[in-house]
């Protein structure tokens, strides 16, 4: 075809070489001014390491969530008002139950693909916040919290508490036996709250326990606000990640100055969109083959009902682990009750856990009077002291998630479940003075060893005519040197034919100046 | 939530209440003090009019859903073989709990007790002990045989006739979803909502349900093994045929729609599976197309 334009002048290149992509990026141009912008995007350089892609499954399962939950909520009703079920199961054939638990159950098995939907956002949401928490532990062993990121690290903070709060705001929805529970201790902790408890419990209830408008309100908060506010602070997120640049690991040609990796066109993109898929996929498979939160078979929350064994989802167990093992102590004193059983492990313990989280870049500098300005990451081992210190706050809060199934250990190894509840206080006790020194002593000497974690390459020894030996490391192997491409700058306008840069054989890999 | 299966697990599960029991009836006995005492109250009062009672004690629950029948007397004299053979050493010669000689601890007597609980306890495999000092009887294959097991209920039951007898329960009217109601309201607080028993206060365990035959559920409603209460006159025989038959349907074989059911283990399981398969495999994947450096 020939150049077909209305005003029968003719463009000076015609469609060019890319044709009609070409040709919709100059009218894009042309109206938008866009190229120069998107040329330093498509530009932008993202340092390539496996576990930096650990953020992207947390957005990718973002992405699951989002989607997956809209179905969910055309067909789910959230409403407390209750009418007997006659739908597709039987077992719950003529029961009295929230409109909620009817609609959750209908959607279930009488919704094409609902149960999948279901149970893909279910899984999602595991995964989530639980790379959330991997990509937290990458960060924070690495030290790319530091200077100038603490902005990122706050808004990571915050992220996973909002994370936490929306997973159980989610599973609280379905209002089935074993989420009214859970609903039930959520009241129980915020009347433990210290002088306010009553006020707050019955502000967020809207009254006493359980009310009518608990359902109704969890729901906006689960799928209007909580949401919202994580998709602005994910924005935030990724855009001061492209404003600061990633960070990357020392290396071969790596210095403070430089950002080392792929473009984010087409190497990068291509990447992560591949990585998309393949947790879409995953989640998918999931969702399809392994069943979750079989809610037909727990019946509808009725107060006067209790089912033994109930735990909340994995990310909320080290509450759950916290509140189970903790002694029943309690103030009572001037007119008020304190249940410092609910009020120590469900309130201060988070508190500080997470104040701990926000304020730990802040203390790091304290100590280390460090003010630089930092883009290379540490290996874990070279700072042992902080390597210690997260491993000791994961310890504690592995033996909290333990703890959470202490009825599950005592019945699996067929002890009396005291036992198991003492147990579990001393080890969640002492976890982290263990951990810490083991960690300690670890990082310490791996940081020691030459060359730890790189492939070992064989030492020439020679011997000379007067008899001395020599050895000789041999050259490191060719796959462990860093290649690269020579900085290039970053050009400010599209030559549609292009410099005749001949095609080198690489990984694409390039190093611009920050 | 759900809980562990495998019968072995459970098998422990009964743990100390084993002798306890059964040790009531033993508190007039010398020898230790059971630690555990089952009630043999009956749990509730009667809502049902189908329930008869004879000078206070219960006779009847309404003999059309469930048939209650006394072991052949003519098992008898085989019965009380057996019984020597295997049950007098603890129970003692006439059943009435004061062991042989040279025996020590505390030991329940049958006497009265029903074929029902007879029955349940041998059939169920925790009788006889696999060592009666011991605390443990958790269900395992059963010893005797069905035929010998009926005999020694007929015998001991020789002794002082009472209720409730063997159950027949006739499931074909059974009513899951009435079944399901009951099961959440009297059973789940110790055996879960998904019927997978789990460990209670004190190395007591309330055991599985997942492979236990309808009849010994009826007896274990109808006559409260170890900590579990007897369920005698708040539930009617048709209550009771609704429980048995969700319990041997919908528990026993769930249909889990949803794909695999992880074990019934609950969060627990989902959580794993979450974390191992979810997270890690795809961080492995992560591993495999990044750059390891």
Known sequence: ?????????????????????????????????????????????????????????????????????????????????????????????????????????????????????????????????????????????????????????????????????????GYSLPDDLVSGTGIRIA??????????????????????????????????????????????????????????????????????????????????????????????????????????????????????RISYAVQPDWYMAFLDGALRIFPSWSFHSFGHTIPLEVTIPAVVLPGLLFGLAYAWPALERRVTHDDAIHHLLDRPSARPRRTAAGVAVLALLAMLFVASSTDVIANFFHLSLNTVLWAMRVLVLISPFVAYPIAYAIAREMHALHGAGKRKTPNVVTRSAEGTYEATPAPAFVDDVAEELAPAPVPTFIEEEGPAVAPRPSRGTRAVDR | MGRVRASWRVAGAVGLLAVAPLALAARAGAGPRPIYQTTRHDAGTPNSDVVVRHHGVVTSYGDSAITYSAPPATLKALGYALYLENCATCHGTQANGVPVAGTTGAYPNLVGLGPATIDFWIESGRMPATDPRSVE???????????????????????????????????????????????????????????????????????????????????????????????TGNLSDYQVRDIVKYVTTEIQHPRNPGGFGLGGLGPVGEGFVALLVGVAGLALIAFWVGERQ
């Open chain 1, 1 to 169: 075809m020939s150049d077909v334009s209305p005003s029968g002048a003719a463009r000076p290149h015609g469609r060019g070489r890319y044709g009609r992509v070409s040709q919709a990026v100059t009218e894009l141009d042309e109206r938008l001014g866009v190229a120069r912008g998107a040329r330093t995007f498509l530009d932008k350089i993202f340092p390539d390491h496996w576990s930096f892609m650990l953020g992207e499954i947390v957005l990718y399962s973002f992405v699951v969530l989002l989607a997956t939950g809209v179905f969910l909520s055309l067909y789910y009703v959230p409403s407390s008002t209750v009418v007997t079920y006659h739908g597709s199961y039987l077992p719950l054939d003529g029961m009295p139950m929230s409109q909620a638990y009817a609609s959750t159950v209908d959607l279930s098995f009488a919704v094409r693909a609902g149960l999948l939907m279901r149970q893909m956002h279910h899984w999602a949401a595991d995964i989530f916040i639980g790379s959330m928490v991997v990509h937290m532990a990458r960060v924070f062993f690495t030290g790319a919290f530091r200077k100038p990121r603490e902005l990122n690290w706050t808004i990571g903070v915050t992220l996973l508490t909002l994370a936490i709060v929306n997973g159980f705001l």
């Open chain 1, 187 to 304: 009241y129980s902790i915020l009347l433990s709250v210290p002088l306010v408890g009553t006020y707050l419990a019955f502000w967020v209830f809207g009254g006493n326990f359980p009310g009518t408008v608990v359902l109704e309100r969890f729901f906006i908060l689960h799928v209007l606000v909580v949401p919202l506010v994580m998709l602005g602070l994910v924005g935030a997120h990724l855009a001061l990640l492209v404003r600061q640049k990633h960070t990357q690991f020392p290396g071969e040609g790596r210095t403070e100055e430089n950002v080392v990796g792929t473009p984010m066109f087409p190497v990068f993109m291509a990447k992560t969109t591949g990585f998309l898929l393949v947790v879409t996929g995953v989640i998918a498979l999931l969702g399809g083959f392994a069943q979750i939160n079989p809610i037909w078979q727990f019946g509808p929350y009725e107060a006067s």
């Open chain 2, 137 to 231: 009887a958790p269900r395992r294959p059963p010893r005797l045989t069905h035929h010998q097991a009926l005999a020694i209920a007929a015998w001991i039951n020789s002794l002082d006739p009472s209720y409730p007898g063997i159950p027949t329960v006739h499931l074909r009217g059974g009513n899951v979803a009435t079944g399901m109601a009951l099961f959440a309201l009297n059973c789940a607080a110790c055996h879960t909502i998904e019927g997978d028993g789990d460990a209670l206060a004190r190395s007591t365990f309330a055991p599985s349900l997942r492979h236990i035959p309808a009849t010994q559920v009826a007896e274990a409603i109808r006559t409260g093994p170890g900590n579990m209460p007897r369920f």
